[in-house]
Every structure is written in structure tokens, then in C-alpha cells.
């Protein structure tokens, strides 16, 4: 668990984060998608996500939440409006740590940052979508009391991978 003497802390992203950010995205999604997602997609998805694609990402809003720990950035996590509006009217889109500190309880608290930040948006529910095959994600998702409403599939390249829309009231 967390140690007794880390500073952790939930803020808003920076353009200065990009290149941090770039980082942590290529490694928190080939650790958790390969053998997954198609090699060359994964791939692909990766290169696009580059330090400027992240400047510009930050600077176009709010919606980009970072997780230092004794002013490491260790996570980030990206929220807005929900995709398909309904009952649930936020989405946490993305919340991705470094897999060293995957498991830990560090991921908690860019949930929660993001539960709040929705909640001042006065967006009520929340639903996250996550691929039934990234495990560790669906259980995380569950252990924070979020239930399975809806299920979808999406396809890349020539995997057909199935989503589970997790959601809260």
C-alpha cells in the first residue's frame, strides 16, 4: 500500500506534462493491452500519441487529471460528458498508471479526482467503458462499486474485442 512518507497529489494537467505523459500513455498501454489489441494497432495507437498531441490535448480544456507522487507523475486520467447520454451523464474516458505502480491503491485516487471533477460539473452517474479482456481494469472498476450495464463490441484491425460499460448512480 501507500507509503507513510509519499506526497500524492490529484491536479489539473499542464502542457509541461507532455512529454511525461507521452511516456506514461506508451507504457501503461503496452503493458495493458498487448497480446490484446492487435501488435501493429497498438502500435500505431501509441506513435499518435506524441508530446505535442498532448500539449494540445491539455491546453483544450480541464479534462486531464495527473497523479504525482513526491512530484513524480506516476498517472493520468482523462473525463468529460458521457459518449451516450442516459442516466449517466460523466465518463472517465482514460485513468492509466505506470505499471510499476499498478495494484498499489495509487489508481483510487485519480477515481476519485475524477468523481469530483464530474461532480462539480454537476454531470451525474458516471459510466467507464473498459475491454473485457484487460482484467485488472474490469476488477478495479468493480471493487469501486461499479456494475456492468452494457456491453459492446469494437473492432481493430481484425480483432473484434468486447467493452463493458461499467457505471455508477
Not at 3 to 29: I, M, Q, T, Y
Request: net charge positive; hydrophobic share 40%.
Amino acid at each position: 500500500m501507500l507509503g507513510s512518507g509519499s506526497k500524492v497529489r490529484v491536479r489539473n494537467g499542464k502542457a509541461a506534462d507532455a512529454a511525461v505523459l507521452s511516456d506514461l500513455f506508451r507504457e501503461s498501454w503496452l503493458f495493458a493491452y498487448r497480446g490484446i489489441i492487435p501488435h501493429l494497432h497498438l502500435d500505431s495507437m501509441v506513435r499518435q500519441r506524441t508530446p505535442e498531441w498532448w500539449r494540445t490535448a491539455v491546453r483544450s480544456g480541464d479534462s486531464t487529471l495527473v497523479l504525482e507522487m513526491s512530484g513524480k507523475l506516476i498517472g493520468y486520467a482523462t473525463y468529460g460528458p458521457a459518449r451516450h447520454r442516459g442516466l449517466h451523464q460523466g465518463e472517465i474516458y482514460e485513468l492509466y498508471l505506470d505499471p510499476v505502480y499498478q495494484g498499489l491503491g495509487f489508481g483510487e485516487h485519480l477515481f476519485e479526482g475524477c468523481r469530483h471533477a464530474l461532480d462539480m460539473r454537476k454531470l451525474k452517474g458516471l459510466v467507464v467503458w473498459a475491454l473485457l479482456d484487460n482484467t485488472p481494469a474490469c476488477d478495479f472498476y468493480w471493487r469501486r462499486g461499479g456494475r456492468p450495464i452494457a456491453s459492446a463490441y469494437t473492432r481493430i484491425g481484425q480483432a473484434k474485442l468486447e467493452k463493458v460499460a461499467f457505471a455508477w448512480h
